[in-house]
């Protein structure tokens, strides 16, 4: 009885699993017992495989959070660029007292020698992003801001004890420069963690910080240098720095880290990930990275040069700050509504707002000579604040269009880095000519030029980038026809064989 009751399930079971359907062949058949067998596992091992292929689901999927600690980073991120690029937009009061502070008539390279500390600050922010970039990449967001904020206060804070202009140079054009260009890199970069559908707008915002600090430092110096000095007002600006460091600290990253571990577990990271060459390979990228460079001899000639042109053209009575708050005022503005727009302009086609706003600025630098009133230079003033906002808001929505998000933070870096051989020449060019011919009108007439040409060689971006995008498709759509017909000459293949056997090749 036990035997035969056994034995009836089992030949039960046999028919239902091995007798073969007609038409299937035994491989298939195998397979699919096979399959019943995995699938009777422990689910340990699915789980695993599942978790296995999270992270790259979840970096794949990543959605950005469009807010949240999101605000609260582009705060701090807001307060950089008003700290870092606030005192460099001001550097023009500094530069009326640094000329009278260690400056002598008798010296007939003096503006361009004492032009040549703001400068050199200037474009020492900009020299150091390349190897920025790689610390952030490699260290994080954060470490490299706050690292960057206490290098900046450290060297502002030595730039209060010097007594001459030669130790300025590596106190306040090397020292200071290298800490806020530390600290300002990262603030663009993490945006693009929180932030894609508003990344304009809040890049507007952000970069609008300078345009306030740049409204309030220039009265808030002048008093500050009418009342305490050149020295102890460069300690005040330290607190600037202090809160910039705590600032760094809300920098918390939300895109996946790539590993830094090599096969033989160490922590260095490849030649390949530190020095990213692939933003290298996109044409327009090239161009890009040329071209806003090329553009920007000129750009910080105005900041340095146009208080003392005031000066001497109106009167030393006359309201110079007012003319840093037009252009501060109208940047802010300019930020805010560029970098809204950019928002709606696709693709690379944001390119078009920095062409236009470098035709407008080379256009209103040339304007300045030309302004025998007073009125006429605050227009001006405040038609190039405007553009200068539409250039500086819309760079990092530009570079994610070129390059892509995981490649963003060298090609900013590169760029800036780029630009910092301009934006370190000008100034003190225009100085020279000053000294030289006895009159800024050559230098403002020169410092038009660059921008206009600048502009129009990234008229060439949009054609270059539409032009590889149309080669792309067309690749893909080749590549399909190739695959299409691989599986119609195997298809072809097998009914031959089929015909041949009579049966099934499956």
């Given at each position: 009885?036990?035997?035969?009751?056994?034995?009836?399930?089992?030949?039960?079971?046999?028919?239902?699993?091995?007798?073969?359907?007609?038409?299937?062949?035994?491989?298939?058949?195998?397979?699919?017992?096979?399959?019943?067998?995995?699938?009777?596992?422990?689910?340990?091992?699915?789980?695993?495989?599942?978790?296995?292929?999270?992270?790259?689901?979840?970096?794949?999927?990543?959605?950005?959070?469009?807010?949240?600690?999101?605000?609260?980073?582009?705060?701090?991120?807001?307060?950089?660029?008003?700290?870092?690029?606030?005192?460099?937009?001001?550097?023009?009061?500094?530069?009326?007292?640094?000329?009278?502070?260690?400056?002598?008539?008798?010296?007939?390279?003096?503006?361009?020698?004492?032009?040549?500390?703001?400068?050199?600050?200037?474009?020492?922010?900009?020299?150091?992003?390349?190897?920025?970039?790689?610390?952030?990449?490699?260290?994080?967001?954060?470490?490299?801001?706050?690292?960057?904020?206490?290098?900046?206060?450290?060297?502002?804070?030595?730039?209060?004890?010097?007594?001459?202009?030669?130790?300025?140079?590596?106190?306040?054009?090397?020292?200071?420069?290298?800490?806020?260009?530390f600290?300002?890199?990262?603030?663009?970069?993490?945006?693009?963690?929180?932030?894609?559908?508003?990344?304009?707008?809040?890049?507007?915002?952000?970069?609008?910080?300078?345009?306030?600090?740049?409204?309030?430092?220039?009265?808030?110096?002048?008093?500050?240098?009418?009342?305490?000095?050149?020295?102890?007002?460069?300690?005040?600006?330290?607190?600037?720095?202090?809160?910039?460091?705590?600032?760094?600290?809300?920098?918390?990253?939300?895109?996946?880290?790539?590993?830094?571990?090599?096969?033989?577990?160490?922590?260095?990271?490849?030649?390949?990930?530190?020095?990213?060459?692939?933003?290298?390979?996109?044409?327009?990228?090239?161009?890009?990275?040329?071209?806003?460079?090329?553009?920007?001899?000129?750009?910080?000639?105005?900041?340095?040069?146009?208080m003392?042109?005031?000066?001497?053209?109106?009167?030393?009575?006359?309201?110079?700050?007012?003319?840093l708050?037009?252009?501060?005022v109208?940047?802010?503005?300019?930020?805010?509504?560029?970098?809204?727009?950019?928002?709606?302009?696709?693709?690379?086609?944001?390119?078009?707002?920095?062409?236009?706003?470098?035709f407008?600025?080379?256009?209103?630098?040339?304007?300045?000579?030309?302004?025998?009133?007073?009125?006429?230079?605050i227009?001006?003033?405040?038609?190039m604040?405007?553009?200068?906002?539409?250039?500086?808001?819309?760079?990092?929505?530009?570079?994610?269009?070129?390059?892509?998000?995981?490649?963003?933070?060298?090609?900013?870096?590169?760029?800036?880095g780029?630009?910092?051989?301009?934006?370190?020449?000008?100034?003190?060019?225009?100085?020279?000519?000053?000294?030289?011919?006895?009159?800024?009108?050559?230098?403002?007439?020169?410092?038009?030029?660059?921008?206009?040409f600048?502009?129009?060689?990234?008229?060439?971006?949009?054609?270059?980038?539409?032009?590889?995008?149309?080669?792309?498709?067309?690749?893909?759509l080749?590549?399909?026809?190739?695959?299409?017909?691989?599986?119609?000459?195997?298809?072809?293949?097998?009914?031959?064989?089929?015909?041949?056997?009579?049966?099934?090749?499956?």
């Amino acid at each position: 009885m036990t035997e035969g009751g056994n034995h009836v399930p089992e030949e039960v079971d046999t028919v239902g699993k091995d007798e073969v359907p007609a038409g299937v062949p035994a491989e298939e058949k195998r397979s699919e017992e096979d399959g019943e067998e995995e699938e009777k596992e422990v689910n340990g091992n699915s789980r695993v495989a599942e978790q296995a292929a999270a992270p790259g689901a979840a970096e794949v999927e990543f959605v950005h959070p469009e807010g949240g600690w999101g605000w609260v980073v582009m705060l701090a991120a807001m307060w950089c660029n008003g700290s870092v690029f606030g005192i460099q937009n001001a550097f023009g009061i500094l530069f009326l007292s640094l000329l009278r502070e260690f400056g002598s008539e008798e010296d007939d390279d003096l503006r361009f020698k004492t032009a040549l500390v703001g400068s050199l600050s200037m474009g020492m922010i900009f020299f150091c992003s390349p190897i920025v970039s790689v610390f952030t990449d490699t260290l994080g967001c954060r470490v490299t801001a706050v690292g960057g904020a206490a290098v900046g206060l450290v060297g502002l804070l030595a730039s209060s004890f010097v007594t001459s202009l030669g130790p300025l140079y590596f106190t306040y054009g090397i020292v200071f420069a290298c800490g806020c260009s530390f600290s300002y890199q990262p603030s663009l970069v993490i945006l693009g963690h929180y932030f894609k559908k508003r990344l304009g707008l809040v890049n507007g915002i952000v970069t609008a910080g300078s345009s306030v600090f740049t409204i309030t430092l220039p009265f808030a110096l002048t008093y500050l240098l009418g009342r305490v000095g050149l020295h102890n007002t460069m300690r005040v600006l330290c607190i600037l720095m202090f809160v910039l460091m705590l600032a760094g600290f809300t920098y918390t990253p939300l895109l996946p880290v790539k590993s830094s571990k090599t096969r033989t577990g160490r922590r260095c990271p490849p030649l390949s990930q530190i020095f990213n060459l692939n933003i290298w390979k996109s044409m327009g990228y090239r161009i890009w990275a040329f071209g806003i460079p090329a553009a920007l001899y000129g750009y910080f000639v105005p900041y340095v040069h146009l208080m003392k042109h005031v000066e001497e053209r109106f009167g030393p009575e006359a309201s110079k700050e007012v003319l840093l708050l037009c252009i501060g005022v109208t940047s802010g503005v300019g930020r805010l509504i560029f970098g809204r727009v950019a928002d709606y302009v696709d693709g690379v086609n944001k390119v078009y707002l920095q062409v236009t706003s470098f035709f407008v600025i080379g256009i209103m630098s040339m304007m300045i000579p030309l302004c025998n009133i007073f009125g006429g230079l605050i227009a001006v003033c405040l038609l190039m604040g405007l553009f200068d906002g539409c250039f500086i808001c819309i760079m990092a929505p530009i570079a994610f269009e070129l390059v892509g998000a995981d490649d963003v933070s060298q090609a900013i870096g590169f760029l800036l880095g780029l630009m910092s051989v301009p934006m370190t020449v000008g100034p003190p060019i225009a100085g020279f000519l000053r000294d030289r011919l006895g009159s800024y009108d050559e230098a403002f007439y020169l410092a038009g030029i660059p921008p206009i040409f600048g502009g129009a060689l990234l008229c060439l971006i949009p054609w270059v980038e539409a032009r590889r995008k149309r080669r792309e498709k067309e690749e893909a759509l080749t590549k399909d026809q190739g695959v299409t017909e691989k599986m119609m000459e195997h298809e072809k293949a097998q009914e031959a064989a089929q015909s041949r056997t009579g049966e099934s090749v499956l």
